[in-house]
């Protein structure tokens, strides 16, 4: 069982930068593969970054591709999400999650998720 809490979210100008924070629960920690996703008002929730138990592999959304860096730390049992130069369109809850099967874009594959952490980005 993993348990996962964000935070660091918060309000920020266009441009600006804002580094969110998922740390979890249990000592098994550095054998989940981790994601962050997002979704905003009446969307479906998108896929944001991903990163491998060891951190050596990482993906990313095309959205957010060279704005974003996801690392984690197993010493920790924490992930993050560094987001520069934040766009009005980067507005919605972030949800970080864990999974088993590797790290990927699809939300099926990971079994634990956060109750997220709201980015909002003004214009």
């Known amino acids: 069982q993993v348990q996962l809490v964000e935070s660091g979210g918060g309000l920020v100008q266009a441009g600006g930068s804002l580094r969110l924070s998922c740390a979890a629960s249990g000592r098994t920690f550095s054998m989940y593969a981790m994601g962050w996703f997002r979704q905003a008002p009446g969307n479906e929730r998108e896929f944001v970054a991903a990163i491998s138990w060891s951190g050596g592999t990482t993906y990313y959304a095309d959205s957010v591709k060279g704005r974003f860096t996801i690392s984690r730390d197993n010493t920790k049992n924490t992930v993050y999400l560094q987001m520069n130069s934040l766009k009005p369109e980067d507005t919605a809850v972030y949800y970080c999650?864990?999974?088993?099967?590797?790290?990927?874009?699809?939300?099926?594959?990971?079994?634990?998720w956060g109750q997220g952490t709201q980015v909002t980005v003004s214009s």
């Open positions: 999650a864990a999974g088993q099967r590797g790290p990927t874009w699809s939300p099926k594959s990971y079994d634990y």
